[in-house]
């Protein structure tokens, strides 16, 4: 299935895909600039209508692209949503391990910590850029990565454009079920032994616009000049602060507080063995520069 969210990728995976024993069934594949009064991002909660459908059966796998086709989300066989860092870490096996491809990985710093723990595997180095799929591509150019990617669901892959592709995420993801010959919810079991249990989840939290460049002022530098020594009980093992604030923790987990250039926003992620490790170190951020979430998490 195809869940093209009203835009710009409508009909292609169809055409791709479509014919023989495949049959591809699209959602909401037509145009409108209104996007159906809802926000084409290819996350919860914007494709509850795509994860219905995948649990009442039928279909082996969704793609799911947003606005403009660049960004993809992806559901299983059983109407589970793959978070953004599990699709980089299973685009990472399935490139290395079934295609054989070889070569540096390029990835964001709010990515996932799943792609060390594969390269350790594979014997190749991983590079850690600033938030943006600008900084991400000329990498991949310089270092011929394989593979690059951001957590908003963006991804591009080497013998292609240096640019994101949905599409193309779409279609390797088809690939990896069929080569592998099972459902794609043994291949993200596959992963998870193999890299053990990785939780994520995302905290945005809206600021006063009037008020906001005091307040990212304020708690920037209350952040810079009270860096924990240790969150939720983990010692932080080291901090990166060119890109916001990046914790990273000695049991491999991480926390990542950035505050917006563009929106009254602030964001904090991070990922751990567990949802509720992963809680605990979100509102150990929070509490620290002493904000709320307001937003919904997303996991």
Not at 126 to 145: D, H, I, L, R, S
Not at 200 to 214: E, F, G, V
Request: with cysteine; aromatic share 8%; charged share 25%.
């Amino acid at each position: 299935m195809h869940e093209c969210m009203h835009g710009s990728g409508y009909g292609y995976v169809a055409e791709l895909l479509g014919g023989g024993k495949t049959t591809v069934t699209q959602l909401h594949a037509d145009r409108n600039p209104f996007f159906g009064g809802l926000n084409p991002e290819p996350i919860p909660p914007n494709i509850d209508e795509a994860i219905a459908v995948m649990k009442g059966g039928g279909h082996d796998l969704c793609i799911l692209t947003d606005g403009d086709a660049d960004r993809v989300g992806i559901i299983d066989e059983t109407g589970r949503f793959i978070n953004q860092l599990q699709v980089f870490a299973l685009l990472v096996l399935h490139l290395f391990d079934v295609l054989g491809m070889r070569g540096p990985i390029v990835k964001t710093v709010n990515m996932t910590a799943m792609v060390e723990q594969l390269a350790k595997q594979f014997n190749t180095e991983v590079y850690e850029v600033q938030v943006g799929f600008k900084y991400v591509a000329p990498k991949m150019m310089e270092t011929n990565a394989v593979i690059g990617g951001e957590e908003s669901g963006g991804f591009g892959v080497r013998g292609h454009i240096p640019e994101r592709d949905g599409i193309l995420i779409g279609m390797l993801f088809a690939d990896m079920i069929v080569r592998r010959g099972k459902p794609l919810s043994e291949v993200v079991r596959d992963l998870e032994q193999r890299v053990g249990p990785h939780a994520y989840a995302r905290h945005d939290i809206h600021l006063q616009r009037d008020t906001y460049d005091r307040d990212r002022k304020r708690i920037t530098e209350q952040l810079a000049n009270h860096q924990p020594k240790e969150i939720a009980g983990v010692k932080v093992a080291r901090v990166r602060s060119d890109d916001g604030f990046k914790f990273y923790l000695e049991d491999g987990s991480w926390v990542l507080f950035r505050t917006s250039g563009t929106e009254a926003l602030v964001r904090i992620y991070s990922e751990a063995p567990d949802a509720a490790a992963v809680q605990a170190r979100l509102k150990a951020i929070e509490e620290i520069v002493g904000l709320k979430q307001e937003a919904a998490a997303h996991a």
